[in-house]
């Protein structure tokens, strides 16, 4: 399986999947952190997570999938959100939880 369809399953097959630095229980920079905090407030206890530092196809790759340049980079039921500071945005405004509870 190519790389571009390795990241479609990965981002169909699950509602709410982040690409970040590190996981979960240790990010590994800061916006990737700022990212899971987001998502903790916004209600969703066990997003799915890809550690892009693991593996170097993934890192580029979805750079290249969603046209965005830096990572984390979250998706939700299959779209393309945005990163950090869109999510900051989004949570902020109260529009980043109605999509995830929706």
């Known amino acids: 399986m190519d790389t571009q369809a390795k990241i479609q399953e990965i981002v169909s097959s699950h509602p709410v999947v982040l690409f970040m630095k590190g996981n979960a229980q ?3 920079c800061g916006f990737s ?9 916004s209600g ?3 997003p799915h997570t890809v ?3 693991e593996d ?3 890192r ?3 750079k290249e999938f969603s046209n965005w340049p830096t990572i984390p980079q ?3 039921n299959g779209e393309f959100i945005g990163g950090s500071d869109i999510m900051t945005e989004m949570f902020q405004s109260g529009e980043l939880q109605k ?4």
């Open 26 to 28: 240790f990010p590994q």
């Open 56 to 58: 170097a196809e993934i």
């Open 51 to 53: 550690n892009v530092l």
């Open 33 to 41: 952190g700022n990212a899971i905090n987001i998502l903790r407030a």
């Open 99 to 102: 999509l995830v509870t929706a």
């Open 60 to 62: 580029q790759g979805i």
């Open 44 to 46: 969703v206890e066990k």
């Open 74 to 76: 979250l998706y939700i």
